[in-house]
Each structure stands twice: as structure tokens, then as C-alpha cells.
């Protein structure tokens, strides 16, 4: 009688296939679950960070009539990450900027939030202007795109609080309030507004109206101008006849220079003042001699106060990156901003989120920003506007200089 062998009796080979089987019906597992984790983690990772690299993107003006504030704003923000990656980066990441140009027109910020997005950053900033800034946050609020450090002073930037947005500098608010305040005191009482008819104009023509009515008052007159143009004329001849002592002009600097020139031309000579968005720098070439006596209110202090140890490494950082560069309050601004962006990303860890990144910021409350006692960060978790104070400049001598004595000033007029 044949008997069959038993279990421990089985042919080798056989043994040693199903032994293979099991072996590789646990690799399977093994590999699925390895799938399973690798897809977890992309799914979970942060957008703009990888092993080495931190990548920040801008959209602003590298092109046409505004260019050149785009352009000061990005290499100020290129100098700062230039210095900080000569230094090890941020917890060992480079820190990259890219850069895309919008021309300052709110038409063509979806395209340029889109390239943002394309290269994957992991937050906007350097961004210039109100018309377009407008048009960016509401995409960056839905996309969860923490943006810092934007070139306006809108106050639709701070009010209502947004929790993606942080910005850096004083408001149009706190610049115009400045202009009004000290020209009433010193005497001029009528006040007329030239402004760019879009967001960023009616944003200064708004301050100026808020800041008249502290005081019971309103604009003398108002004359507008469209963005992108130096259509100057009528503007002028609006706000021209009713003979005021001052007169706000809330562009850029190339229609803000036309408005200077073209008035000194017509033997118009009343005090002109610019808020800091006007380009200070710019404003000064373009309008040549015709830009004495003109007041501009700044939202950093001058470049040439390198007794302020952040001055003295944006000068340092200047020469050393971009040594074929002139200083410029623009480029400071930037430079500044890059910093506090730096040093969210420090605060944020060595594994850093968007999340932990707007926390970082709001912490930054009495943070030294290098700038003076004035200049201490007032960000908060109800607070996203880190600097209040402004600092008014006249042009002299083809120069912008700081001042506190307006009476002294406006005698000079």
C-alpha cells in the first residue's frame, strides 16, 4: 500500500517555492506600504521647501512706466537672501527668489499668480502696487499663499485682518496724516489732491480726505489722471483753479515728475508732497530740477543713517551684490522685508510650514528691526501691519533729506 508523505516529508524544491511565495507576497506588502508612506509624505508636503532650497515668489513691475520700482524692490529682496545664503541660508535651506513681471496692471495678475503657483513657492512677496495687490490677495487667501512684504500702503492690506498677508510698512493713512496734520499747522489750509484714478490713487486721495476731516475739513480741490500715462493736463487744470497752498500727488514717479514739470512750466509753483510709493529716487531723475522743494514721506529711514546697524549691511550688502547700484529708499524697503521674512522662516523650524510661518511673524512683536527705537515690529496674531512711523524728506539739491521742523521747511517753499 502506497502512503503519502507527509508535510515534513515534502520535496525540497517544493518546500523552497512555497518558502520564495511567501517571501515575496511579504516584499509586496512591504513595497505597498513604502508606496503607500512615499505617497502620504508628497501629499503632505510643504509647497516651496525641499531639503535645500526655500523658494519665495514675486510679481511686480519689471516692466513699463513703473519699472523701475520693481526693480529696486527686487534686488533690494535679492541683496538681503544673497547675504543670508552666504551665511548657511535659513536651518540650512538657501533661501531663492523668482521674479515675474505684471507690469503694474491688475489685468495681468492672474497670469502671474499662476507662473507663482507653476513654480510652486512657498509664499509671495515683494509684490508692488494697490491696483494689483487688489486683484493677489483674494487669490492668495483661497490658495492658503502666505504673501509679506508688499511695496503698498492700502488699507485694505490691514483692515480687515487677513491671515495670509503681512506687510511691513506704515500705511497711506499714516503718510498722508503726517503731510495734513503738519501743513495745517504750519498754516496752509488748502489742500488739493492730483491723483492716478485706480486703487493706489484713490487709496492716498482717501487718507488725505480722513485726515482733513480730524480737523473738520475737505479736499480744495481734486483733479485725476489715468495709471500708466502721463495724461497730466486736466489734473492739473482741476485742481489749478482753486488756487490751493499745497497740493498731493498720489502716482508714481513718471506722471508724478510730468505734474511738477509741467506745472513749474505754466508758472505754477504751489508745495508739492508725494507719498513713498512715488519713487523717490526715480521721481528725482525724472523730474530733474523741477523736483526741489517737493515732500515725500518715507516709511524707512534714509540710507545714509548707517549708524542703524540694518542701514549699514544693506549699504555693505549694496556694494558687495550690487555694486553697480545707487542706495534708494526703494530698494531699503525691500531689503527690510527680507529680512523679516528671513527671520520668520528662523522661527519657523527646521521643518517649516506656511502655518508656522504666519505664527513666526505675529511673534514678532518688539522685534528690533535694526532701524531705530521707532522701528520696533508691532506684528501680532490681530496685528499684521509691523511699522507705523513715517519719516518726511524734501528734496534739495537734487537730494532727498530727512526733517522733523515742517514750519522750518515750508518757510523755504
Known sequence: MTREPMASEQPKGDFAMARLGCLAQKSLWFVTLLLCVSVSNAAGQTPGVSEREIKIGSCSALDGPARQLGLQTVLGATAYFSYVNDHGGVNGRKLSLVSFDDGYDPEKTAACFASLKKENVFAGGFFVGTPT?????????????????????????????????V?????????????????????????????????????????????????????????????????VKQGIASVRAAK????????????????????????????FLAVSFVG???????????SEGTVITQVVPTYDQTDLPTVKLYRECLSKYMSATQPSFVSLEAFV??????????????NPTREKFIAAIESLNGFDAGLGSAA???????????????????????????????GRVLARK
Open 280 to 290: 523717490t529716487e526715480a521721481f528725482i531723475n525724472a523730474a530733474g530740477k523741477e
Open 337 to 350: 522685508n527680507a529680512m523679516i521674512i528671513a527671520e520668520g522662516l528662523k522661527r519657523a523650524g527646521q
Open 244 to 271: 490751493p497752498d499745497a497740493v498731493v500727488i498720489a502716482g508714481p514717479y513718471a506722471p508724478a515728475a510730468e505734474i511738477v514739470k509741467e506745472a513749474h512750466a505754466q508758472g505754477w509753483r504751489p508745495l
Open 376 to 406: 520696533h515690529l508691532e506684528f501680532s496674531s490681530h496685528h499684521h501691519k509691523g511699522l507705523g512711523h513715517v519719516y518726511p524728506t524734501v528734496v534739495r539739491g537734487g537730494k532727498p533729506e530727512v526733517f522733523s521742523d515742517w
Open 167 to 231: 506687510n511691513l510698512r506704515a500705511s497711506y493713512n499714516d503718510e498722508t496724516r503726517e503731510q495734513v496734520d503738519n501743513l495745517l499747522e504750519s498754516g496752509l489750509k488748502k489742500i488739493g489732491v492730483i491723483y492716478q484714478d485706480d486703487g493706489f490713487g484713490k487709496a492716498v486721495l482717501e487718507g488725505v480726505k480722513l485726515a482733513l476731516l480730524k480737523h473738520g475739513g475737505s479736499p480744495a480741490a481734486l483733479g485725476s489722471f489715468a495709471r500708466n500715462t502721463l495724461d
Open 133 to 165: 495687490a487688489a486683484r493677489y490677495l483674494p487669490m492668495a487667501e483661497a490658495d492658503h499663499m502666505p504673501v509679506a512684504g508688499l511695496f503698498t500702503g492700502a488699507q485694505f492690506l490691514y483692515e480687515p485682518l487677513k491671515h495670509y498677508v
